[in-house]
């Protein structure tokens, strides 16, 4: 199983989801951040507009009275927690639901109940003065600052699905392609086996790179298995038309063996270039029955062959030459040799070893 996560993790379809993914997720980060940013200017705009907007329907009011009446009234309708109003009128009073104060933390805005309680968060806020005092209209920023929990969701729910998607079809991607690979590589072995008739089955699915390779490797095998055929046949040829001439030769020897003394040399070696045109002769008739059965003219008369009797037959006949050489021949067969399809022909001769 690790040894199959690890091919898979090693094919091309799955890392390049991998930098598919990887390059998705950049582009995505650097356009949710761009948006966020634009989406928070965009709101501190709209909420310093309101501020001006708030401040000017407040210097509409006559005089620092007016104004005071003014903020009380709408402080009393305000929600702390979101707009903060305070007015300081010419005679040091504090009106509206809140306070600034400043220390070595900086400002703080200060509840004008009796608790004096602190509010927690952030303010936008816009001071002026007005009719002789102070007046500062703050704004919660939580909606802002919400926007990062927003954007966080809107990452989470878009990429987070989009990365998984993308790496499964890598993955099932990977696994088909490891597959078409396979296929590719069990013909290869074939073909280096010698089974020139390996071919590649290019599916339907393939992609096209992999079935141009597949194709390309079929040529390639058509070729190669043309070239054998067509050395095997100028082997055949050749053992052919030799074999004419090698029986004339016999038959040259033979008349020339009439002619010499029996027990001369040149009796023995007319016997002996006999025996060497004979064993010549076996040879090109073997390549000749080669060449039929790798064409499949001789299958038509093959039968079943017990190699145990055809082990035998050798040992029978090889076994006098053997002895009188000093050598001796020992059979020794399994209980379970298999029979085999072929010819009972046999050809070949003893040599000492």
């Known amino acids: 199983m690790t040894a199959r996560l690890a091919e898979l993790w090693r094919s091309m379809p799955l890392r390049l989801a991998l930098l598919l993914v990887a390059l998705f997720t950049a582009v995505s980060l650097l356009s949710l951040a761009a948006s966020y940013g ?46 903060v109003l305070s007015y300081i009128a010419p005679s040091g009073r504090i009106f509206g639901n809140g306070a600034i ?95 020139l008739g390996a071919r590649v089955v290019v599916g339907p699915r393939w992609s096209d790179d992999l079935a141009q390779i597949g194709g390309k490797l079929n040529q390639m095998a058509t070729a190669q298995e043309a070239s054998v055929t067509a050395l095997k046949q100028v082997s055949s040829d050749i053992a052919h038309d030799l074999k004419t001439p090698l029986q004339r030769v016999a038959l040259q020897l033979e008349d020339l063996e009439g002619k010499v003394p029996p027990d001369s040399e040149e009796a023995e070696l007319v016997a002996r270039t006999r025996a060497e045109v004979a064993d010549m002769g076996h040879v090109f008739q073997a390549l000749l029955q080669l060449a039929q059965v790798e064409a499949g003219s001789a299958r038509s008369r093959f039968a079943p062959v017990d190699l145990a009797q055809v082990c035998q037959t050798l040992v029978e006949v090889y076994d006098p030459s053997a002895g009188d050489s000093g050598h001796r021949l020992t059979l020794e067969i399994a209980a379970d040799v298999p029979k085999v399809r072929g010819t009972g022909l046999c050809w070949g001769r003893w040599s000492r070893t």
């Open 101 to 195: 104060a400043r220390d070595e933390a900086g400002f703080h805005i200060i509840s004008l109940d009796r608790d004096r309680a602190q509010y927690d968060g952030a303010y936008l806020s816009l001071t002026d003065r007005l009719h002789g005092g102070i007046i500062t209209i703050a704004r919660s920023r939580a909606e802002i600052e919400a926007l990062g929990g927003v954007f966080l969701n809107i990452l989470l729910i878009s990429l987070l699905p989009t990365a998984l998607i993308a790496l499964s079809g890598g993955l099932v991607l990977a696994r088909r392609s490891k597959r078409h690979v396979e296929v590719v590589g069990r013909a290869l072995d074939r073909m280096t086996g010698g089974d």
């Open 38 to 83: 634009f989406t928070q200017r965009s709101f501190e705009q709209a909420m310093r507009a309101d501020l001006r907007q708030d401040l000017a329907g407040f210097r509409a009011a006559p005089n620092a009275r007016a104004v005071a009446a003014l903020v009380e009234a709408e402080s009393r309708e305000a929600d702390p927690n979101r707009m």
